[in-house]
């Protein structure tokens, strides 16, 4: 279907809440979370596709609102005495109209039909609060009055875009399909179209990943041209970073909510770092499009592999790093008088805290809390990432330690800060010991 002729969304309408009986408004809010959860895996997976900042920066703003509007609900759902084994998955019609865009793979389309969804959704929690006027359906009203915000706040990165209109069809109003849940969120696989590679920025040269390392400066002298290259580096490292978890979200439909909203917030994170690093170039003078991104870059070492290779390489062992390089920095900057980027690294660094927690968290659920476990899928899954390296082409640069607790960052490891990243406490003696004491 030729995306100039999508016809305009229909507008549409919620039922007279006040006067449903508790299983029928379950019902509604049923079919909404089943269809926010959905769609928002479904967008997640074309990120890779989408090399230029403002259709990324929507994408990443559409996902991170209809997961919320999924969180929402389904804490509403639980209220409404609906028990987790009988929460159904989405209808028959958005599963396949899900499935169709899937398979398009076309990310332009993709990007209007969120639109749409966005746009239909802010309208239907608008009336569904409207229709929330009875004492009895307090906690409604105000349910459907904080879905509409995140709807309209979803649409905010759509207006630069000129998308054309798209017919949501029967996507929110067929009713759910009720029964067992096939998974613990009640989530379908999507056919996505496999993604070994990604998009770069159009305006963005690049480079060979061999041969295009650059070294890094001596962290001691800290002028413009070496805040600068930190600066630089930092673009690309979160414009990779954004793309793993939106993907894993698409990719992996059989897993608790709370893993999509973990890689949720973990990919809104990285958008707004990215933003952060353009707004602070921007400041000293610097044009971020001038600088070359590395083709391939990291993404090809993830693309494609488990779930536990995703975390292990992008977080646990990739992220953690940040623990020790903002940690040292940050005191360091403010001290030389870079004061913004200071206080915007210091906030970056509580994200990455952040981040590596939930890599450590679902690497727990995937492994049954086994810490050993966990150890050892580190060790194999960074030599299987150091075999893909030489494989893609990525330089030596790029190769991991296999024993990652053998610590490879400056100076000594934060045990502190690596406790609250969820590292367990046999991590942290490994780590204490590799290093020659804890810090």
Sequence with gaps: MNSEAIPVTPAIDSPAIDSLVISELADFELRLYHGALLAGRLLAGFAPRLGDIPPR????????????????????????????????????????????????????????????????????????????????????????????????????????????AADLGDYLSAPHQAGASVTPTGTVELPLVACPARAYPSWAPRVPAIGGQMPDPDPSKLDDETVVYLLRKGVQIEFIATDVPLRSMADFADLPLGFYTDMNRHAHDEMRHTHLLFSELAAMGVDYKQFPYRDPDLYAAMAGQPLDHRMIVLSRTGEDAAIEVFGNAVPKLRAAGYESVAIMFDHVLADELRHVTYANRWLGHLYDGDDLAVEAATERCLIRHNEIVDEVGLGDYAKREPDHMAFRGRGRPNLELRAMAGFSERDLQRLSAASGGAR
């Excluded at 409207?130 to 649409?155: M, P, Q, S």
Aim: aromatic share 2%.
């Design 57 to 164: 920066a929507a994408l990443v703003s559409a996902v991170n609102s209809l997961i919320g509007q999924a969180e929402l609900l389904h804490t509403r759902i639980g209220e409404l005495r609906v028990p987790r084994e009988k929460m159904g998955r989405p209808s028959v019609a958005a599963v396949e109209q899900a499935a169709e865009l899937a398979r398009a793979d076309d990310p332009q389309r993709a990007l209007a039909w969120g639109q749409a969804l966005l746009r239909g959704l802010a309208r239907l929690h608008a009336s569904a609060r409207d229709n929330c006027t009875a004492e009895t359906t307090y906690h409604d009203r105000r349910l459907h009055e904080r879905c509409r915000v995140l709807a309209e706040d979803g649409l905010t990165r759509f207006a630069e875009l000129g998308l054309p």
